[in-house]
């Protein structure tokens, strides 16, 4: 066996994986030629995709002990996958859009995730690109749980925006009552009257317990909160930190969002000590 010969399967075999970009393309290469030197017959093509965010590669061998080495080497590429933006090949991490799990670093996740805005001319954008203006709006409906919102339009178009995105709730804010229908106008209302001060991450984004913004629970006297952090403050300076770290991004994609109001007389709790601390704990 040659190095013309590996790297001819190799690339024979590179275009069988259904993967979404070609940041995996170094990844699925030293898998093959992994395969190559395992043993693999390199007359049978090898296949692979992309699936939960992370590599797949099938193959089978009525050699038991090839089956096991093979195993190890999938077994690697699939861990290495998931730290490995699918679509620049820099290190990443599993992120859900929408309803898909896929391996991105920073960028390329923030690229691919919707920002809402509304300009002063009244336009709904989306990533620097106009969805559709709020005076061809005729209807507005809403989730039982506020977070999901439908527009439509005059020229019988719809439009879905999530809680999920960047502005959600300051677009939710900006339609007119009058859009939606008399049963929900109450509530959409109240929610906006009755914001308060989230003690964590320093927003007017609290509603029934919860925080819009940052989706922690206001502190309780009773339950697991006594149980676990023993006071007020040990809940708070955890909770803090969580979101200083930001280990899932989410305070790096939030950035954009306008939907509240800062609370001016908000507290850090925690020190650059009680951080190093935490982060031992954590990592």
Same mark, same amino acid.
């Given at each position: 066996?040659?190095?013309?010969?590996?790297?001819?399967?190799?690339?024979?075999?590179?275009?069988?994986?259904?993967?979404?970009?070609? /940041?995996?393309?170094?990844?699925?290469?030293?898998?093959?030629?992994?395969?190559?030197?395992?043993?693999?017959?390199?007359?049978?093509?090898?296949?692979?995709?992309?699936?939960?965010? /992370?590599?797949?590669?099938?193959?089978?061998?009525?050699?038991?002990?090839?089956?096991?080495?093979?195993?190890?080497?999938?077994?690697?590429?699939?861990?290495?996958?998931?730290?490995?933006?699918?679509?620049?090949?820099?290190?990443?991490?599993?992120?859900?859009? /929408?309803?898909?799990?896929?391996?991105?670093?920073?960028?390329?996740?923030?690229?691919?995730?919707?920002?809402?805005?509304?300009?002063?001319?009244?336009?709904?954008?989306?990533?620097?690109?106009?969805?559709?203006?709020?005076?061809?709006?005729?209807?507005?409906?809403?989730?039982?749980?506020?977070?999901?919102?439908?527009?439509?339009?005059?020229?019988?178009?719809?439009?879905?925006?999530?809680?999920?995105?960047?502005?959600?709730?300051?677009?939710?804010?900006?339609?007119?009552?009058?859009?939606?229908?008399?049963?929900?106008?109450?509530?959409?209302?109240?929610?906006?009257?009755?914001?308060?001060?989230?003690?964590?991450?320093?927003?007017?984004?609290?509603?029934?317990?919860?925080?819009?913004?940052?989706?922690?629970?206001?502190?309780?006297?009773? /339950?697991?909160?006594?149980?676990?952090?023993?006071?007020?403050?040990?809940?708070?300076?955890?909770?803090?930190?969580?979101?200083?770290?930001?280990?899932?991004?989410?305070?790096?994609?939030?950035?954009?969002?306008?939907?509240f109001e800062k609370s001016p007389d908000h507290q850090i709790l925690f020190s650059s000590d009680d951080?190093?601390?935490?982060?031992?704990?954590?990592?």
């Amino acid at each position: 066996m040659n190095k013309e010969e590996i790297n001819h399967f190799v690339e024979r075999n590179l275009t069988n994986f259904s993967v979404n970009s070609t /940041g995996w393309d170094s990844l699925i290469r030293k898998l093959l030629f992994e395969f190559a030197i395992a043993g693999w017959n390199r007359e049978h093509r090898v296949f692979g995709k992309e699936k939960f965010g /992370g590599l797949r590669c099938y193959t089978y061998s009525e050699d038991e002990a090839l089956n096991n080495k093979l195993k190890i080497i999938k077994d690697k590429y699939s861990e290495l996958s998931v730290k490995t933006c699918e679509i620049c090949g820099s290190e990443g991490k599993i992120r859900t859009i /929408g309803s898909w799990q896929t391996t991105l670093c920073l960028s390329h996740f923030l690229e691919q995730q919707p920002v809402i805005e509304i300009n002063n001319k009244q336009n709904i954008r989306r990533n620097n690109n106009t969805v559709l203006n709020i005076k061809n709006i005729i209807k507005a409906e809403v989730e039982y749980d506020l977070q999901k919102l439908c527009l439509y339009t005059n020229q019988e178009e719809e439009f879905y925006f999530s809680w999920q995105e960047p502005n959600y709730y300051l677009l939710l804010k900006t339609i007119p009552l009058s859009f939606f229908p008399e049963d929900r106008r109450s509530e959409i209302s109240t929610l906006f009257q009755d914001l308060q001060d989230c003690e964590i991450c320093g927003y007017k984004a609290v509603h029934q317990r919860n925080c819009l913004r940052c989706h922690n629970e206001s502190w309780n006297d009773s /339950g697991y909160f006594i149980e676990d952090y023993g006071e007020k403050s040990n809940y708070i300076k955890e909770c803090q930190m969580d979101i200083f770290i930001d280990e899932d991004d989410y305070e790096k994609y939030f950035k954009h969002d306008r939907s509240f109001e800062k609370s001016p007389d908000h507290q850090i709790l925690f020190s650059s000590d009680d951080l190093r601390e935490y982060e031992k704990f954590l990592f």
